[in-house]
Nanobody
Framework: QVQLVESGGGLVQAGDSLTLSCAAS????????VGWFRQAPGKEREFVAR????????DYADLVRGRFTISRDNAKNTVNLKMNSLKPEDTAIYYC????????????????WGQGTQVTVSS
């Protein structure tokens, strides 16, 4: 199967930038698309960003569009989420996830998940 490991979370101040990474291993040939989701305390898990494994078709949630950028690194097995102009409301556990044939924003259609990384943005 596919294993996903997030890294790069931490504590930053409002307005700062932070880059999260999602390293994929195992049978990565199964991956069709990768996405980022986040969940804040007391809130439902929400879609943040997604892209096809090829790098085509990036898409973003309205709340992060223009501030966040999803991309692949040179290793081709890692997906990054560059977060600029961070706000306190961005505070959440961020998860990376992958699909094997679905391209959309519904978390229930993502069979592969990482364990999450905490992002905390102070005022």
């Amino acid at each position: 199967q596919v294993q996903l490991v997030e890294s790069g979370g931490g504590l930053v101040q409002a307005g700062d930038s932070l880059t999260l990474s999602c390293a994929a291993s195992g049978r990565t040939f199964l991956v069709y698309a990768v996405g980022w989701f986040r969940q804040a305390p007391g809130k439902e898990r929400e879609f943040v960003a997604r892209m096809r494994w090829s790098g085509a078709g990036p898409d973003y949630a309205d709340l992060v569009r223009g501030r966040f950028t999803i991309s692949r690194d040179n290793a081709k097995n890692t997906v990054n989420l560059k977060m600029n102009s961070l706000k306190p409301e961005d505070t959440a556990i961020y998860y990376c996830a992958a699909t094997n044939g679905y391209y959309g924003s519904s978390s229930r259609n993502y069979p592969y998940w990482g364990q999450g990384t905490q992002v905390t943005v102070s005022s």
